[in-house]
DNA sequence: CCAACGCATGGAC
DNA sequence: TGTCCATGCGTTG
């Protein structure tokens, strides 16, 4: 191998580089001009003109290791391929079946129309982490010096200010130019990853395409099966930024990175955590890659194997997935053939903008994606702004609860020199195939007045960086294709929201200054979103039944579509009312009509009478306000302002919100204050909290209601209850057990007696444990008669032991406490007593939203005789008695 | 006295 | 309940 053969390259710069002797051993050149390959130090090799010729040409090989072993041909065009240097090892890919493939043919045979479907079975990320994956086994901690830790890394991405020489920055990024095929290795997978919190809209974005952000990018599928899941969400910004990180690299350096999870033996590929569904980000990043072409035509392929640490890069959360735009990366990248992959971004708090100097970086990002270090000195980094300056901060961390906090200290002056302020982004990335880490920044936009008041804002002056800024909306709009209604909806105007919300909450509220997509999920509030929300077309919701209400259940991904009000007509079908956007007219339509976002006249297929803004309104304003449910009323909405502030001003929020999402121009977010109400909520919200006086008084929606508000609290309370009663019965469950089994060794006959028939089967002698392991996780089942039911054996039992301290940890749904009917007064009494007191604190300030809701759906049930109140307990009474006759 | 450092604390998730 | 992380604060030079 070249490299084993020649002295290792202390400097590169150029300055020094004339004087060197060229890095090729077999040359006696001291003239050393030009950049060849990668050194483990990070620096790259130097070569005279002929070399440096020789190897930018691709014939470094054919000159100097043609009589060298390692001569293979390419299974495909069966071209002759050196693979015995580190040279060469950028040229060609293995096989899975043996053999190799030059990157030409590979690139053909992986390379798919970014529209199509991504076969997983080919996925040149999964053949090529198979590949490589025995090819990694060197331990970058030699190169690193980071101790124990084993998982290794690219030498250039830590080349160390201490360890390294390197040459100017600028010269470093110009230089890349030059090093068309030199394979850098890098196999962490972008952050691509995977927050649980977006799978709640999965579906909404699926199948949205990649647009790449340059020509020279092929983003191809490294996807696993298994992360077919979903699709991205606040990824959406970024597939053109995601060149996915896998990189190849020169097999013979061999320091590619592996997770931290690899210290506990978890080759990851791109994996999947496994406690949790693959996030939509992996389906469209986990594991792609990039293949930049070069001036050659060659592929660049980074990869190398399927990222180690996907799992830890599935924790990122997506606030520090990196938002680039295809701007800024060009900026950064700018005249160089290298590629800019993006890592993680971090908003910078006031206490990383401050004159400490220190920069918090987030935990995962850090060990995911800097070196790993074991002392709390850290190492020093290089990192290059987007202008290509280098500074260098200490990385390192300190303890804290058993844990560590990583810090970037020294940032002050890049810092200041970018002239950043708390809100701020700076976004690190690797460029490669150096793999070197690049900060890029972006400002916060349109800093309000206010901000003056941060402490942290004090600082700014306006300055708006135009290399990174991320002011131009479009651009996101052009590579965000995944359809991510809010952040199409939004928009910039988000951004400018969230300063404000970030203005608002303070310094301290920083866990509260999200993204903006974040932020966006904030203000479509819950009642809202569900107003948005619609079955699948052709997909007919199951009607649930809960505490006497109906709900639509549908379990497949919902869609968003035009907010629309849903009723009957007189002959009893369901119709649904849509309003045209333009002429705000309310239209008929029927009920499985599916609305696009921006409703207008002109849509109405249904009615061609109608389809028109000059058509007039099928039914007045007094009409439509008598046939839809008080809570939709037409009237209340159109006249709110006048006869219901508060009402009115729930009804406008989720109108504008609706407008906003479906016109993608909001021109008037909520504000993002606090309502006066509950702290928590914002002007718009309409929850019974904010729809209601603080003190309770006013007016109140009907048991009868059936609007969005009171039935998703009502079956949040359901789901409340439910949960408690399954807790109850599981508990009531493993208390009989115990018991039992004390009865077993004391008096098996009467074990068997206190069983069901199922149990029966199951019970065998002095062991009645698989019988109640059995019936443990029939409990664990999510119907709630079936947990009753399953329940029900031991419920005989616990009447024979009843405990009747007990009671007082029943709830008035269940029946777990046993058939004690003469009890079951006081139980209920018991529970109205504690709903009194979850009122009491779910009123409070403090509370959070959820036993808010839960307090003002006892509040209504307090004060409308007792309506859940008295179901849940009709309903207990029953089973009670059920379960008497069942099991008695 | 001040700045830097390092750890502790507590809110948020 | 455990973890993360922004920030406070004591210590040190």
Not at 89 to 111: H, M, W, Y
């Amino acid at each position: 191998m070249a490299s084993s053969s020649v002295p290792s390259s202390s400097s590169s710069s150029i300055s020094s580089s004339t004087l060197k002797r060229c890095f090729n051993s077999d040359c006696k050149d001291f003239r050393s001009t030009k950049k060849g390959w990668r050194l483990r130090t990070g620096d790259l090799a130097q070569l005279c003109d002929r070399c440096g010729s020789a190897f930018e040409e691709g014939r470094f090989c054919d000159i100097f290791h043609a009589n060298t072993s390692g001569w293979r041909n390419c299974e495909t065009c069966r071209k002759r391929i050196h693979c015995g240097c580190i040279v060469s090892s950028s040229t060609f890919v293995l096989l899975d079946p043996g053999g190799i493939e030059c990157f030409t043919c590979a690139r053909k045979n992986v390379i798919l129309p970014s529209n199509l479907p991504w076969p997983q079975s080919l996925s040149l990320t999964n053949r090529l982490s198979e590949r490589y994956r025995d090819m990694s086994g060197k331990s970058w901690s030699q190169l690193a010096g980071s101790g124990p830790v084993p998982w290794k890394q690219a030498p250039s991405l830590f080349n160390s200010a201490s360890s390294s020489d390197q040459p100017p920055a600028v010269h470093s990024l110009v230089d890349l130019s030059n090093n068309f095929d030199k394979i850098y290795g890098n196999e962490r997978l972008p952050p691509s990853s995977l927050e649980k919190k977006n799978e709640d809209l999965a579906g909404i974005s699926a199948n949205w395409n990649v647009k790449l952000g340059s020509s020279e990018m092929v983003l191809m599928n490294g996807m696993r099966n298994e992360d077919k899941s979903g699709p991205c969400l606040n990824m959406c910004q970024q597939p053109h930024t995601l060149k996915e990180d896998s990189s190849s690299q020169p097999f013979g350096l061999s320091v590619p990175y592996s997770s931290p999870n690899e210290r506990n033996g978890q080759i990851g590929v791109t994996g999947i955590h496994p406690q949790q569904t693959p996030p939509h980000l992996g389906k469209q990043f986990g594991g792609t890659m990039h293949l930049p072409l070069d001036s050659s035509g060659e592929a660049q392929v980074r990869n190398g194997r399927p990222r180690a640490d996907a799992r830890g890069r599935s924790q990122l959360l997506p606030r520090y997935w990196p938002r680039c735009t295809e701007l800024e990366l060009q900026q950064i990248s700018v005249d160089s053939n290298s590629v800019i992959t993006p890592l993680f971004q971090k908003t910078l708090s006031a206490s990383d903008a401050g004159r400490i100097g220190r920069l918090v970086l987030p935990k995962k990002c850090a060990e995911t994606y800097f070196p790993p270090i074991s002392q709390p000195e850290g190492l020093p980094l290089k990192i290059l702004d987007a202008k290509g300056k280098e500074w260098i901060f200490q990385f390192r961390f300190w303890p804290n609860n058993n844990s560590r906090m990583y810090v970037l200290e020294g940032v002050t002056p890049c810092i200041q020199s970018m002239q950043l302020q708390a809100g701020d982004t700076v976004t690190f990335s690797r460029l490669e195939p150096e793999g070197r880490l690049v900060m890029g920044f972006r400002k916060a936009t349109n800093p309000l007045p206010s901000d003056q008041d941060n402490e942290a804002n004090k600082t700014g002056n306006g300055f708006s960086a135009p290399e990174v800024e991320l002011a131009d909306p479009s651009s996101w709009s052009n590579v965000d294709k995944s359809g991510y209604i809010a952040k199409e909806a939004l928009g910039s105007k988000s951004l400018i929201s969230r300063k404000r919300k970030n203005n608002i909450l303070g310094s301290k509220s920083k866990r509260l200054k999200i993204e903006n997509e974040d932020i966006i999920e904030l203000k479509i509030t819950w009642q809202e979103a569900q107003g948005l929300l619609r079955p699948p077309p052709n997909h007919v919701p199951s009607i649930v039944v809960i505490e006497g209400f109906e709900f639509e259940e549908y379990e497949d991904a919902p869609v968003l579509g035009k907010p629309s009000i849903f009723t009957s007509d007189n002959m009893g079908e369901r119709i649904q009312w849509a309003r045209c956007e333009d002429c705000l007219k309310w239209r008929k339509l029927p009920a499985c009509a599916l609305l696009p976002a921006k409703w207008t006249c002109s849509d109405n297929s249904w009615d061609p009478e109608r389809s028109s803004c000059s058509a007039a309104q099928e039914l007045t304003t007094e009409q439509l306000e008598n046939l839809l449910p008080p809570c939709n009323s037409v009237s209340k909405k159109m006249k709110a302002t006048k006869q219901d502030p508060d009402h009115a001003e729930a009804l406008e929020g989720l109108d504008t919100l609706a407008n906003l999402a479906i016109l993608g121009e909001g021109e008037a977010l909520p504000s993002s204050q606090a309502t006066t109400k509950h702290p928590r909520h914002r002007p718009g919200c309409s929850c019974i909290v904010c729809i209601q006086p603080p003190s309770g008084k006013g007016p109140k929606h009907k048991q009868t209601c059936t609007c969005n508000v009171c039935l998703t609290v009502k079956r949040r309370f359901r789901t409340l209850m439910l949960r408690r009663e399954k807790k109850q019965s599981e508990k009531e469950a493993e208390t009989t057990r115990k018991k039992q089994q004390q009865q077993n060794f004391q008096q098996l006959p009467s074990s068997e007696i206190l069983l069901d028939d199922d149990s029966l089967h199951n019970s065998n002698t002095g062991d009645s444990s698989p019988t109640m392991n059995k019936e443990g996780n029939d409990g664990s089942d999510d119907d709630p008669h079936r947990i009753k039911s399953s329940v029900s054996p031991f419920k005989g039992q616990i009447d024979l032991n009843i405990q009747p301290e007990r009671e007082e940890e029943l709830s008035p749904g269940s029946d777990s406490g046993g058939v004690m009917k003469l009890l079951h007064d006081a139980a209920a009494e018991m529970y109205l007593k504690q709903q009194q007191t979850l009122l009491n604190s779910g009123t409070g300030d403090s509370s959070g939203s959820q036993s808010q809701q839960v307090g003002d759906v006892v509040r209504e049930v307090k004060l409308s005789n007792g309506v859940i109140h008295g179901s849940s307990s009709h309903n207990a009474d029953k089973e009670h008695a059920q379960s008497l006759s069942m099991n008695v």
